[in-house]
Nanobody, 117 residues
């Protein structure tokens, strides 16, 4: 499974960005696709993700501002980020989990999002 993230960039506070995650390879074997982020000096954290049951989870600090959606026909997962804040600045990673044991977690290469004040 390969995950390719794109769409990061520099944006002013209050602006929007849309990240894309393209999945390829054995995509039938993955589940729970979502987005994580890691700011300098901080641990990687969940931003938003689909669960194995198809529902969505969001970190509290992005609820109401970020949306996750997907295009199954194109094997794409998107993260729409609105009302961006400087504290959203981080490297954003696309991730997925294997749908069967050993439930390997896959990571994309990351895309930088920088929000200026």
């Amino acid at each position: 499974v390969q995950l390719q993230a794109s769409g990061g960039g520099l944006v002013q506070a209050g602006g929007s960005l849309r990240l894309s995650c393209a999945a390829s390879g054995s995509i039938f074997s993955i589940n729970a696709v979502g987005w994580y982020r890691q700011a300098p000096g901080k641990q990687r954290e969940l931003v938003a993700a689909f669960t194995s049951g198809g529902s969505t989870n969001f970190a509290d600090h992005v609820k109401g501002r970020f949306t996750i959606f997907r295009d199954n026909a194109k094997n794409l997962v998107y993260l729409q980020m609105n009302s961006l804040k400087p504290e959203d600045t981080a490297v954003y990673y696309c991730s997925a989990v294997g749908s069967s044991w050993p439930y390997v977690r896959y990571w994309g290469q990351g895309t930088q999002v920088t929000v200026s004040s």
